[in-house]
């Protein structure tokens, strides 16, 4: 605040002074005047030739100022000299336009190296050429003029050097009174626990600041929600990772101890089918991870594409894995249907929801994949007719690394988390209710449909067709 305070001082003292010399020039400017008429008073116009008559006691009265000196003249403009002093200069006439006869004018001139207000006037008859005019003039040295515009001066910026500092010291004052809340909340927010994600108390911040304490807050909530959740998940994700590599180096150490060929090839079987199920869950992790950070963002633009199409080439992928495990897989779909969404994420819903339904359904089963569409939505359908599910399960099955059956089943209970997950960003949310139709449970997830935007109006075909448009012109 001290820097635009001491670029605008100047500029305060420059105008004061400006208006300073107004001021005191106002009255002097008045008694110029008077002076003048006076004077003017006592010239005579007769038959174009003037005559003046000049008492000495007015002669006395204009040289009776003490501090200023003062000068007049009256003299014609061919020359012809009146009274009062000679040196004075003359207006140039011819210089000034419209001037009136009879009017007081005002004007600042030097003279014998002083400087002089001077107000004058023109004395003349109707039709009197200029050339002939009376010119009455009266000047003064400007010495009370000035003393008078210093003392104005000094009554304003005297003042200002008792009054600058002392407002100073009041805002410095009232600042630090006002941000002593904000510096001790900067503090509280400083001296704490890095790992404290509790709300800051509002009872003592000022009436501006609680807004912004409160959206803080409410930034601490979502931290710690969100720190909650990635902890329970380390810790539920080293639990299951802890259980295939415990299983991997019990399936090693019995084969370095084996010597039949046929129990040491089926003990490498089984640490490939651990390395396998470790690798799904590895996989399914980062998966997951990717789908809720958000951390590859072109993975994470929705655009328009036929959810149909997309589903159809999931299930060829997996009619091997079907056909490997006795199981048939199927495809249902009535044509092309648009949705907006991200197709990488679209691929990752349907093979978590077919690979879920082909590990729950046994050799001889059937499981089909199924596309329903109508003009506001379009819903995803996996049937099969597997071990079920309750309806108890139903809303349990969604949560991360929880399995129906973890003795008869493989699984790391992630698939469907991420198929939620996804269902989230897409603004739907997944379900899994047993099957209607008998055994077997159905998996749905349903999207808001998407329809290209109406084509503009096309122009009109002809003039014709623009004329009966138009508004008629005229009665």
């Known amino acids: 605040m001290l820097a ?11 105008f004061t002074h400006y208006f300073a010399n107004n001021v005191a020039n106002f009255p002097y400017d008045q008694a110029l005047r008077e ?31 003490e501090t200023d000196s003062v000068y007049f003249h009256v003299i014609t403009r061919d020359g012809r000299f009146l009274a009062g002093d000679k040196d004075l200069p003359i207006p140039d006439l011819l210089a000034e336009m419209e001037i009136i ?34 010119v009455v003039e009266v000047a003064e040295t400007t010495e009370k003029r000035n003393q008078l ?5 000094a009554s304003v910026i005297l003042p200002q050097f008792i009054i600058i500092p002392l407002a100073v010291m009041l805002v410095w004052f009232g600042l630090s009174r006002g941000l002593r809340p904000l510096t001790r909340l ?17 009872r003592r911040v000022p009436e ?35 259980t295939p590599l415990t299983g991997l180096k019990t399936q090693a150490q019995f084969a370095i101890r084996e010597k039949d060929p046929e129990a040491l090839r089926h003990a490498l079987r089984q ?17 997951l991870a990717r789908t809720e950070g958000g951390s590859e963002p072109a993975q994470q633009r929705h655009e328009p594409l036929d959810l149909a199409q997309l589903i159809r080439e999931v299930v060829e992928e997996w009619v091997m894995v079907a056909i490997e495990k006795g199981i048939d897989l199927g495809y249902e779909s009535s044509g092309p249907v ?18 879920n339904a082909l590990r729950y359904t046994p050799t001889g089963g059937h499981v089909t994949c199924r596309i329903l569409g109508n003009f506001s939505t379009v819903m995803l359908e996996v049937e099969d007719d597997g071990i079920g599910i309750s309806e108890e399960q139903a809303e349990l099955v969604f949560e991360r690394f929880y399995r129906v059956d973890d003795a008869t089943t493989e699984g790391s209970g992630l698939g469907l988390a991420i198929v939620q997950e996804i269902a989230m960003q897409h603004d739907s949310k997944a379900s899994l209710r047993p099957n209607p139709r008998g055994r077997g449970a159905v998996a749905r997830v349903v999207f808001a449909a998407w329809h290209p935007p109406a084509p503009p109006p096309p122009p009109p075909d002809d003039f014709s067709e623009l004329y009966r448009q138009s508004p008629p012109i005229g009665p």
Not at 36 to 64: D, E, F, H, W, Y
Not at 149 to 153: E, F, G, H, M, T
Request: proline residues 6%; neutral net charge; charged residues 25%.
């Open 4 to 14: 635009p305070l001491l670029f605008v001082w100047p500029l305060s003292i420059a």
């Open 35 to 65: 002076h003048v008429a006076a004077i003017a008073r006592q010239v005579k116009l007769v038959n174009g030739k003037p005559m003046l008559t000049l008492p000495a006691s007015a002669r006395a009265l204009l040289r009776a100022d």
């Open 101 to 134: 006869p009879g009017e007081i004018y005002l004007r600042d001139a030097e003279f014998n190296g002083q400087d002089l207000r001077f107000a004058y006037t023109y004395l003349a008859e109707p039709e009197m050429p200029k050339e002939r005019w009376v």
């Open 149 to 153: 515009a210093n003392k104005i001066v």
């Open 186 to 202: 900067r503090k509280t927010i400083e001296t704490r626990d890095p790992g404290d994600l509790s709300p800051i108390a509002t």
């Open 208 to 242: 501006e600041l609680e807004p912004l304490v409160e959206a803080f807050n409410e930034m601490l909530e979502r931290m710690k929600k969100n720190v909650e959740a990635q902890q329970r998940f380390v810790a539920d994700a080293a639990h299951q990772m802890r």
């Open 271 to 287: 640490i490939a089918t651990g390395v396998d199920r470790a690798g799904r869950l590895v996989n399914q992790l980062l998966t």
């Open 338 to 355: 648009m949705i907006t969404g991200n197709a990488f994420l679209l691929r990752e819903l349907a093979k978590n929801l077919v690979d």
